[in-house]
Protein backbone atom coordinates (compact mmCIF):
# COMPACT_ATOMS: atom_id res chain seq x y z
CA UNK A 1 0.00 0.00 0.00
CA UNK A 2 1.47 3.29 -1.27
CA UNK A 3 0.86 6.87 0.56
CA UNK A 4 1.54 10.38 -0.61
CA UNK A 5 1.90 12.61 1.92
CA UNK A 6 1.63 16.08 1.43
CA UNK A 7 2.66 18.72 3.95
CA UNK A 8 3.73 22.45 3.75
CA UNK A 9 0.51 24.70 2.42
CA UNK A 10 -1.43 27.12 4.18
CA UNK A 11 -1.60 30.96 3.97
CA UNK A 12 0.75 33.08 2.58
CA UNK A 13 0.83 36.96 1.33
CA UNK A 14 1.72 37.62 -2.92
CA UNK A 15 5.29 37.93 -3.21
CA UNK A 16 5.61 35.21 -0.46
CA UNK A 17 6.97 31.83 -0.55
CA UNK A 18 6.31 28.36 0.28
CA UNK A 19 7.37 25.01 0.10
CA UNK A 20 5.64 21.76 -0.59
CA UNK A 21 7.18 18.79 0.49
CA UNK A 22 5.07 14.85 -0.51
CA UNK A 23 6.80 12.11 0.97
CA UNK A 24 6.04 8.76 -0.51
CA UNK A 25 4.89 6.25 2.67
CA UNK A 26 5.07 2.06 1.13
CA UNK A 27 7.21 0.61 -1.70
CA UNK A 28 6.94 0.39 -5.10
CA UNK A 29 9.65 -1.79 -7.57
CA UNK A 30 10.39 1.85 -8.77
CA UNK A 31 8.59 5.07 -9.48
CA UNK A 32 8.61 6.38 -13.03
CA UNK A 33 7.41 10.03 -12.33
CA UNK A 34 6.10 12.18 -9.28
CA UNK A 35 4.67 15.63 -9.80
CA UNK A 36 2.55 18.47 -8.51
CA UNK A 37 -0.67 19.09 -9.61
CA UNK A 38 -3.33 21.81 -8.42
CA UNK A 39 -7.20 22.64 -8.66
CA UNK A 40 -8.36 26.09 -8.28
CA UNK A 41 -12.11 26.47 -7.47
CA UNK A 42 -14.47 26.14 -10.79
CA UNK A 43 -11.29 24.96 -12.93
CA UNK A 44 -9.69 21.41 -13.72
CA UNK A 45 -6.45 20.29 -12.39
CA UNK A 46 -3.21 21.04 -13.92
CA UNK A 47 0.01 19.85 -14.04
CA UNK A 48 2.12 22.56 -12.04
CA UNK A 49 5.57 20.56 -11.92
CA UNK A 50 6.55 17.17 -12.40
CA UNK A 51 10.40 15.27 -11.93
CA UNK A 52 10.92 11.96 -13.98
CA UNK A 53 12.98 8.84 -12.56
CA UNK A 54 15.95 10.40 -14.60
CA UNK A 55 15.42 13.80 -12.79
CA UNK A 56 14.10 15.30 -16.50
CA UNK A 57 11.68 18.14 -15.21
CA UNK A 58 8.64 19.61 -16.85
CA UNK A 59 7.28 22.77 -15.20
CA UNK A 60 3.77 24.87 -16.12
CA UNK A 61 4.75 28.08 -18.00
CA UNK A 62 3.29 30.42 -15.35
CA UNK A 63 4.98 29.19 -12.42
CA UNK A 64 8.37 29.18 -14.60
CA UNK A 65 11.37 30.68 -12.79
CA UNK A 66 9.06 31.24 -9.61
CA UNK A 67 8.64 27.42 -8.93
CA UNK A 68 11.18 24.79 -8.60
CA UNK A 69 10.62 21.02 -7.69
CA UNK A 70 13.19 18.30 -6.70
CA UNK A 71 14.35 15.58 -5.32
CA UNK A 72 15.05 14.11 -1.74
CA UNK A 73 18.45 11.99 -1.31
CA UNK A 74 16.32 9.06 -0.30
CA UNK A 75 14.30 9.71 -3.38
CA UNK A 76 11.31 9.49 -1.88
CA UNK A 77 10.15 12.91 -1.26
CA UNK A 78 9.44 15.90 -3.38
CA UNK A 79 9.81 18.98 -2.69
CA UNK A 80 8.17 22.35 -4.31
CA UNK A 81 9.44 25.39 -3.87
CA UNK A 82 7.15 28.19 -4.76
CA UNK A 83 8.41 31.94 -4.92
CA UNK A 84 6.84 34.78 -5.69
CA UNK A 85 3.62 33.80 -5.29
CA UNK A 86 0.41 35.07 -6.65
CA UNK A 87 -2.88 34.89 -5.75
CA UNK A 88 -3.49 33.23 -8.90
CA UNK A 89 -1.49 30.10 -7.49
CA UNK A 90 -3.84 29.77 -5.08
CA UNK A 91 -5.28 26.09 -4.96
CA UNK A 92 -5.64 22.78 -3.73
CA UNK A 93 -2.50 21.37 -4.72
CA UNK A 94 -1.78 17.51 -5.62
CA UNK A 95 0.68 15.05 -5.15
CA UNK A 96 1.16 12.77 -7.99
CA UNK A 97 3.26 9.63 -8.35
CA UNK A 98 3.42 7.02 -11.41
CA UNK A 99 5.19 3.97 -11.05
CA UNK A 100 5.61 -0.10 -11.18
CA UNK A 101 4.33 -2.74 -8.24
CA UNK A 102 6.06 -5.83 -8.16
CA UNK A 103 4.47 -7.69 -11.23
CA UNK A 104 5.14 -5.04 -13.95
CA UNK A 105 1.56 -3.36 -13.33
CA UNK A 106 1.50 0.58 -13.73
CA UNK A 107 -0.02 2.46 -10.90
CA UNK A 108 -0.65 5.91 -9.98
CA UNK A 109 -1.20 7.60 -6.92
CA UNK A 110 -2.72 10.55 -5.21
CA UNK A 111 -2.51 12.76 -2.34
CA UNK A 112 -5.11 13.88 -0.26
CA UNK A 113 -4.03 17.83 -1.32
CA UNK A 114 -2.99 20.39 0.36
CA UNK A 115 -4.44 24.15 0.39
CA UNK A 116 -2.23 27.02 -0.58
CA UNK A 117 -3.88 30.61 -0.47
CA UNK A 118 -2.39 33.30 -1.75
CA UNK A 119 -4.52 36.68 -0.15
CA UNK A 120 -3.11 40.12 1.14
Known amino acids: QVQLVETGGGPVQPGGSLRLDCEVR????????MAWYRQAPGKERELVAS???????NMEDSVKGRFTISRGDARNTIFMQMNSLKPEDTANYYC??????????????WGRGIQVTVSS
Open 51 to 57: ISKDDKI
Open 96 to 109: NLVGRDYVGGRRTF
Open 26 to 33: GTLAWIDL
